[in-house]
């Protein structure tokens, strides 16, 4: 169900509920990590990675638009963009690495392997509620820079909150980051890569 503005006549003038935001077109927002990456339920028990050490490095954005990350289409005929001048790619080198980490990879700046990436979609769509969206293409590589896995993983956030607010944007990119980081963790094809180092560079393969 649609949320409604309400709207009051006071004295001369008209003021809208949320006061100016309601008329805003366009909003510039900081991006400000806003999920619990210690509560991620990560399958981190099943992890198959032995003792390799993982270095999160270039993360680059692919995206057409970079600035752009949330709509508000709750008026189809008045529809409000969200746009940061923020390093998206950046952001999301941070966040991934500590969602890694919380999980249980070990994340080191000299690794065993290097987790490479291109940021495809960071969005977030206000209708009824926050559908935020993450979908990264990931490369593992070893030391020699050769591709040992590689896949497109994504995640999704999704809440309700008041109309065209800045943290509820912040919240649901937040969200999906955090699930692309557990789901990337959860890929068995991922694990089986991270199992392959370990079992490669153990004394009884030497």
């Known amino acids: 169900m649609k949320r409604v503005l309400v709207v009051a006549a006071v004295g001369f ?3 809208f509920a949320g006061g100016s935001e309601a008329l805003e077109k366009s909003r510039k927002i900081a991006l400000v990590w806003r999920a619990d990456t210690a509560s991620a339920d990560s399958g981190a028990a099943v992890m198959k990675g032995g003792n390799v050490k993982l270095s999160v490095g270039v993360i680059k954005d692919g995206r057409t638009d970079p600035e752009r990350i949330g ?11 969200v746009v940061t001048s923020d ?3 950046a952001f999301c080198k941070t ?3 500590d969602v890694l980490r919380s999980t249980g990879v070990i994340v080191a700046d000299a690794g065993d392997v290097v987790l490479v990436g291109e940021v495809l979609e960071f969005f977030v769509s206000e209708e009824s509620m926050y559908e935020g969206k993450v979908r990264l293409k990931l490369t593992l590589l070893d030391l020699q820079g050769k591709a040992l896995w590689e896949a497109v993983v994504s995640g999704r956030g999704k809440r309700f909150g008041r109309s065209f607010k800045t943290e509820n944007y912040q919240e649901a990119v937040s969200e ?7 789901n990337l963790v959860k890929d068995a094809s991922f694990q089986q890569a991270l199992a392959d180092v370990s079992r490669q ?3 009884a393969s030497q």
């Open 87 to 89: 390093d998206v790619a």
């Open 176 to 182: 999906a980051l955090l699930m692309a980081g557990v």
């Open 95 to 97: 966040h991934l690495s």
């Open 71 to 81: 709509e508000n289409r709750e008026n189809t005929n008045f529809i409000r963009t």
């Open 201 to 203: 560079s153990s004394p």
């Open 13 to 15: 003038g008209v003021l």
